[in-house]
């Protein structure tokens, strides 16, 4: 018999102690030309983010012209006055360069990646892009058309569609914020280059706007790059520009989107609430979480784990407009879909929920895991120089102070249960939600109409 070899056991690797982080805090300084800089060191990303931030926000398009800033957006990386369009890309494409560009309710962003041997090659391509922008008559028309096309799709889908409506419901007429962010079809038809180049010249300057750069700036002479690339960009001084308050009506009510033959149901019930500058943000995030940021969350655990209704659905607070004085507004909102028989008893399993929750109260347990989710994850969450970048670049919009992130994370790992319950209760309010229905009305209209959410109205899908 042979004999069997023994095997040795190497010892089991034990994890280290926990390093302490925070989120990184960014050096502010400025150009010559009035640019703010924001800059964040970060060693090992060879990768480097840079967000310019530009005060041309959605308010500001002219009347009839929804969506100018979207095409001028777009219209950034389609030539200047040293390259053509196809010339730009190329540039964009031989230094390893991404360039997007959106407008959104507080302005415009461009976010550039590119590798830091790179730098000063892609800073000078936005440098151009925002110093002189070609805006070629082909080049909108084409745009024009691009957006033209999206609509459709958008229209098409449920989530897009409920989003749409939500908005319409909430928001009064006259506001931007009721209106698609990209514009309609009858307001983009009327966009050319003339519209891009007029809401560019009177919105876009150093003066007004914002550099974050981060990642791995070792033997970068950052201030000579910046001075050379976006420090030639000029531009006039700007008169402050008034903001209109943010007026919404959330009487509780329900819209039927009507998709004849659904087969499921797309939910979307909101309201608004307050920004970040609100000292309730912090516990209104955590019991958010706690109701619906993740599978474990109170609504999944009804709807998706016990009743099989659907896939998944989710409670967030998006900010919509954020400033100091209390103007700002965030949207609070319920999200998901079910199948088409179960809309009524879903709805009435998430009333349920939340009425629970308001007599309740949430537990400990949940607290402590929303914690660890939220604040236990945020070094992975903030790996790449382009996730802090962004985050910057949102506290910019947002006219938060650069340690604000840093801050929140502390706050949150602080907020007890009874404060988490009290945000959570009073931001999903069971008597005022608007809640927007994108379905099959002959089927759904009945059993909504029966829970007494609210008067039903029922509008065509277009």
Known sequence: MTELATMEFHPRPQAGEAKPWAFPAPERGALDNGLTVLRCHRPGQQVVAVEVVLDAPLDAEPEGLDGVATIMAR??????????????????????????????????RLSLEVPASRLAKGLGLVADALRAPAFADSEIERLVRNRLDEIPHELANPSRRAAKELAKELFPASARMSRPRQGTEETVERIDSAAVRGFYEKHVRPATATAVVVGDLTGVDLDALLADTLGAWTGSQAQPRPVPPVV???????????RPGAVQTQLLLGRTGPDRHDRVWPAQVLGTYCLGGTLTSRLDRVLREEKGYTYGVRAFGQVLRSAPDGTGASMLAISGSVDTPNTGPALDDLWTVLRTLAAEGLTDDERDVAVQNLVGVAPLKYETAAAVASTLADQ????????????????????????????????????????????????????????????????PAE
Do not use: M, W
């Open 248 to 258: 919404a009506d959330d009487t509780g009510r329900v819209v039927i989107v009507d």
């Open 75 to 108: 219209a950034f990386s389609e030539g200047t006055d040293k390259h053509s369009a196809e010339e730009f890309a190329a540039e964009l494409e031989r230094c390893g360069a991404t360039l997007d560009a959106h407008a959104d309710h507080p302005g415009v």
């Open 396 to 459: 910019v919009e947002q006219h938060l102070p650069d340690h604000y992130q840093a801050d929140l994370y502390r706050q949150l790992a602080a907020t007890g249960t009874v404060e988490a319950t009290a945000a959570v209760v009073n931001a999903f309010p069971v008597d005022r939600l608007v809640t927007v229905l994108v379905g099959d009305a002959a089927q759904i209209k009945a059993p909504v109409e029966a829970l007494g959410i609210g008067e039903v109205t029922v509008v």
